[in-house]
């Protein structure tokens, strides 16, 4: 289907819209107008039906003027379904989804979410998350898509389309350098313009320009303003050099603290007015907030809703569509094409239909294990998990047998008596995930109620020390031994990946997660997933993180950046992940494009298996004459081939691939020195492929 909302923030705007508008508002009050500049409802029902229980309904979320007909915007989260009380589809956390590489199915994810979205009455939905994984040990690291920015924009933009394909406003969160948990309440990153431009900003920009329509500022502060009150982030960058046309609301709760806000470009405070409501009615009357902010973001709520609301939806939305059965199938083919095969020696894929005995080892093959439970938690229906997926898959010779790992001997005579163990390690909700303090977030609203706090930033980039013991004592008894490790990020291996004969990534994979891991195992599906991070091999390899930081300095470099530029190899690189068959490139070289340089690549599957390879295209800027990266990546294309067949995959180059962030001249530059292109099936890879190539400036002028 067709994203009528692609140009929103780049097609003129609607004379004819914007007189109405312009008429609304000139006929509203003071009072009528600051009304619909937040929620409303959400304490009352958040203190007293729901149980202090988030998520339990789409919440309004700004606009609403009864004298005029006009509804309230309710806003739906979900980086991984539709959150409601009621059941909805459950798919893999956005990191596994990342770990796709596929454009076109993280659309139709966007899609099936935005249809349960509109059934549940909702009109925004917080599903597209993209902060850059500047580090690994970030809490809320499985919400995002991974580390590179021109990777994160081009998964959110596909998420972002199929979203609003369906006439849900999609926001883009959290704008912006938002990558700690524990702090995140008090952190002032500090970060030069250069830094932001190039690193932390690229992705928001491509996901806006794919027109997505609504943005939510994050809690932490920029600079040395909260990002809600930041005028450089929000007036001078999005809504100035940008062009964004939609509205920017708040986090919740704490997003917003004072009526100066608005000034900065906040639109919305959400959940409820605390500082919009009749206290900025009074900054008004005292003239410290000009009402023509105020005329200016109803103008945006009121464009940007009108605008969805009446283009024709492509289909009707009912309950029948609540994880329905090609939602549900969809969960499991993402999760299918999300498993990283890190390591394989000549385990997988196994035989169900073989004579053998399989000992699944280690409590989380278990449970169900779907991610964080704050604000991205799902309720699904029921949930697969790996173990179930595997007893099902099994054939009739093949016994599934199930340790938890928690008594030794025992778990040692089980292993010895297998053929092949499969042993499910790594973390839950409680390790990793959204930080929610107690009270914190609730500060002053109601001091005699204590939360618990969960989640938050990890402790370790390591396994927990009984994961690793159980590996080490697993290895020793069986051989024939993988390891899946669930985690939303990297998990340093080094103590122990030598040991065992095969290692996967399986992510918190989702409502089908465990047929999908059993279909991975058994060979019925080639594994195709590809880390969207570097592992490294020591953690002093990484940038300087701080859970508890008060300030924090953010710079150029991280991840593959990081490592290059600091002459350290990642354990495994970005973007690698291993298939059961083989392929080769061959042949890079530059062929003449229409003004722009193109490359192209032969790739081939050398193997017995079809297979599905994700090629991927970095600039190198080592003829710099400023601080640059190594090689940055600048595109990557997915190509399914059969046994021996060759296909050619081309990548076209523009301007802006090769460009710089000059911060004294606040623009782009491109310098005119030699580039090299270099293609290949991961960061590491694509090094032994390079082809050299100058700008040509009078195609660029």
Known sequence: MANAHKDFNTAPLDPALEQEVR????????????????????????????????GQRAYPAGSGNERHGIPSLHFCDGPRGARHKRNTTCFPVTMARGATW?????????????????????????????????????????????????HLGEMGAALTEGLQTHNIIATAKH???????????????????????????????????????????????????????????????????????????????????????????????????????SNLEGAVGRGEVDEAHIDEAVTRILRTQFTFARTDDPRTYSDEDLACNAHIQL???????????????????????????IAVIGKLADEVNLGDRGSSSVNPPYAV???????????PNTTIVFDDGSDPKRMTKCAEAADVVIAIVGYTWENEGEFIPGNEALEGLDPDKQLPSRGGDRDSLTLLSSDEAMIAKLSDTNDRLLVGVMSGSAVIMESWRDKPAAIMMTWYPGMEGGNAFASVIFGEINPEGRLPFSIPADADHLPFFDAEADEIKYGLYHGYTLLEKSGHRAAFPFGYGLSYTDFTYSDIRQTKGDSLPTFEIDVTNTGDRPGTETVQLYIGFGESLIDRPVKLLRGFEKVTLRPGETRTVAFSVSPQDLAYYDATAQSWQVEPVGYTAHIGANSEDAVTRTVRFELNQAAYS
Not at 49 to 54: D, G, S, T, Y
Not at 103 to 116: F, P
Not at 337 to 346: E, G, M, P, Q, T
Not at 385 to 395: C, H, P
Request: net charge negative; glycine share 10%; charged share 25%.
């Open 331 to 357: 969960s499991r083919a993402v999760a299918e094409k999300s498993f990283v095969l890190l390591k394989n020696d000549d385990l997988l894929p196994l035989n169900p239909n073989d004579t053998q005995t």
């Open 385 to 395: 998990t790996l173990l179930n997926g595997l007893t099902s898959a099994a054939g």
């Open 175 to 277: 704008f912006a350098v938002n990558s700690i948990e524990n702090s995140r309440f008090k952190v002032d990153v500090r970060v030069s313009d250069r830094a932001l431009h190039e690193v932390y900003l690229p992705h928001f920009k491509r996901v806006l320009m794919s027109g997505c329509a609504s943005v939510m500022s994050a809690y932490n502060k920029i600079n040395g303003d909260y990002c809600a009150h930041s005028v450089p982030l929000l007036r001078k960058i999005l809504k100035g050099q940008w062009g964004f046309k939609g509205f920017v609301h708040s986090d919740w709760v704490k997003g917003c603290y004072g009526e100066d806000a608005l000034t900065a470009g906040l639109d919305v405070e959400m959940p409820e007015g605390i500082f919009y409501g």
């Open 23 to 54: 008429t609304i508002v000139n006929d509203l009050s003071l009072t009528e107008k600051i009304k619909m500049l937040s929620g409303h409802g959400f304490f009352e029902n958040f203190f007293g039906e729901e149980n202090r229980q988030f």
């Open 102 to 150: 596929d454009r076109n199915i993280e659309r139709r994810v966007g899609e099936a979410i935005a249809i349960e979205a509109r059934a549940l009455g909702a009109s925004i939905s917080g599903a597209v998350c993209i902060n850059l994984l500047r580090h690994p040990a970030w809490g809320r690291a499985q919400e995002t898509y991974g580390e590179d920015p021109v």
